[in-house]
T-cell receptor, first 110, second 115 residues
Framework: LAKTTQPISMDSYEGQEVNITCSHN???????ITWYQQFPSQGPRFIIQ???TKVTNEVASLFIPADRKSSTLSLPRVSLSDTAVYYC???????????FGQGTELSVKP | GAGVSQSPSNKVTEKGKDVELRCDPI?????LYWYRQRLGQGLEFLIY????????KSGLPSDRFSAERTGESVSTLTIQRTQQEDSAVYLC?????????????FGPGTRLTVL
């Protein structure tokens, strides 16, 4: 399974756009890239998933370059409630085994 | 419909005792996963089920850990002769099928404390 690398922590202010980049140099052809969000004392929650190019939903955008060796989660106009840990995952097509790294702890300040 | 539920929400036990943790997945989800999260750490994969079978048990830390699933529904994670290093939050998730492009829905977790 491809290993991922992302910043340990990031700080931002309310109303700013936040971009969290994840490196996954060994991504396999059939791997999807998925991001989860985890608030304290809760289980992780799916945010967005993509395979290539750009994916956008009501919560975030995911940018994936052509070589797919990295991906960037973009959170528009963050609020205090976006303070959480964000995990980038790259999983195989079978089994759904998700390997969670340390994640990025995002702190949004007023 | 209801999400993934887990019980108990908190469990305090003494070293050497056995514990059972329960997970009720979303109805119709064929895949079920168990993870462990130590304080301040990311999630550690333990085991997953496709139906009632466990194709991948590679994450179980030792033979003191076991899990079963019945009726393609409820799953139980059992830890025998608990040790202090077993203290963690145990999270269960379910998905429509066992592949990485199906969203995993997580339960609230069981916080296990071994004294």
């Amino acid at each position: 399974l491809a290993k991922t690398t992302q910043p340990i922590s990031m700080d931002s202010y309310e109303g700013q756009e936040v971009n969290i980049t994840c490196s996954h140099n060994n991504i396999a052809t059939n791997d999807y890239i998925t991001w989860y969000q985890q608030f304290p004392s809760q289980g992780p929650r799916f945010i967005i998933q993509g395979y290539k190019t750009k994916v956008t939903n009501e919560v975030a955008s995911l940018f994936i370059p052509a070589d797919r060796k990295s991906s960037t989660l973009s959170l528009p106009r963050v609020s205090l409630s976006d303070t959480a840990v964000y995990y980038c995952l790259v999983g195989a097509n079978q089994g759904g085994k998700l390997i969670f790294g340390q994640g990025t702890e995002l702190s949004v300040k007023p | 419909g209801a999400g993934v539920s887990q019980s108990p929400s908190n469990k305090v036990t003494e070293k050497g005792k056995d514990v059972e943790l329960r997970c009720d997945p979303i109805s119709g989800h064929t895949a079920l996963y168990w993870y462990r999260q130590r304080l301040g750490q990311g999630l550690e994969f333990l085991i997953y089920f496709q139906g009632n079978s466990a194709p991948d048990k590679s994450g179980l830390p030792s033979d003191r850990f076991s899990a079963e699933r019945t009726g393609e529904s409820v799953s139980t994670l059992t830890i025998q002769r608990t040790q202090q290093e077993d203290s963690a939050v145990y999270l269960c998730a379910s998905s429509l099928a066992a592949n990485s492009y199906n969203e995993q829905f997580f339960g609230p977790g069981t916080r296990l404390t071994v004294l």
